[in-house]
């Protein structure tokens, strides 16, 4: 059993930066690639940025730009760094470390809530 725990979420204004915090309980190496979603009210859960196992990225067309996922393999955490914040990115946020291709299952942290003020 892995436990992500996401932290860096709250208040910010618009135009604003937050850093988002994912540390899991085990090796982030071991999963096929560490993720953040978001999920805002309404709405369905979209995927913001992914981090594989040997370190490539990949974003969602619609968060490139503003948003940089990182990581650091000694603390087993993984950062999304969070630029030119808008008020449509109000959402809980999530981290995800995705077990495909290996013997884990997906899992889930509970969520960090980001609010972007006008």
């Known amino acids: 059993q892995v436990q992500l725990v996401e932290s860096g979420g709250g208040l910010v204004q618009a135009g604003g930066s937050l850093r988002l915090s994912c540390t899991a309980s085990?090796?982030?190496?071991?999963?096929?690639?560490m993720g953040w979603y978001r999920q805002a009210p309404g709405k369905q859960r979209e995927l913001i940025a992914t981090?594989?196992?040997?370190?490539?990225?990949t974003y969602a067309d619609s968060m490139k730009g503003r948003f940089t996922i990182s990581r650091d393999s000694r603390k087993n955490t993984v950062y999304l760094q969070m630029n030119s914040l808008k008020p449509e990115d109000t959402a809980v946020y999530y981290c995800?470390?995705?077990?495909?291709?290996?013997?884990?299952?997906?899992?889930w942290g509970q969520g960090t809530q980001v609010t972007v003020a006008t």
């Open positions: 085990g090796n982030i190496l071991r999963f096929n690639a």
């Open positions: 981090i594989s196992s040997v370190g490539r990225t």
């Open positions: 995800n470390a995705d077990g495909r291709g290996t013997i884990l299952p997906d899992y």
